[in-house]
Nanobody
Framework: QVRLVESGGGLVQAGGSLRLSCAAS????????MGWFRQAPGKEREFVAH????????YYADSVKGRFTISRDNAKNTVYLQMNSLKPEDTAVYYC??????????????????WGQGTQVTVSS
């Protein structure tokens, strides 16, 4: 199992930026892909982005392409989500996730191995 701890959330005005961090510990060698999801009030949890731990191949939801960037620091076992040009629609609790399968990230998020506790991002208009 992998322990994931998110940080970096907060309150920001529309057009501003935030960087989220997700620090991983434990059986990190079992994780192949790291991802970010978010859940806004009244909505289901949705995929935001993922990155392959080794190799840095990335994928983004259409709603955040061009504004968000996912990256990682292997030495620190940490994944980041740089969020620029934030919109009120980005307001949500953001969760990081770890799994050994890209397919699980795409199609079976209920089966993802590890989740962080979530960090609140609020974008004011």
């Amino acid at each position: 199992q992998v322990r994931l701890v998110e940080s970096g959330g907060g309150l920001v005005q529309a057009g501003g930026s935030l960087r989220l961090s997700c620090a991983a510990s434990g059986r990190t060698f079992s994780s192949y892909v790291m991802g970010w999801f978010r859940q806004a009030p009244g909505k289901e949890r949705e995929f935001v982005a993922h990155i392959i731990w080794s190799g840095s191949s990335t994928y983004y939801a259409d709603s955040v392409k061009g504004r968000f960037t996912i990256s990682r620091d292997n030495a620190k076992n940490t994944v980041y989500l740089q969020m620029n040009s934030l919109k009120p629609e980005d307001t949500a609790v953001y969760y990081c996730a770890a799994d050994n399968s890209v397919a699980t990230m795409f199609y079976r998020p209920a089966e993802i191995d590890s989740w962080g506790q979530g960090t609140q991002v609020t974008v004011s208009s």
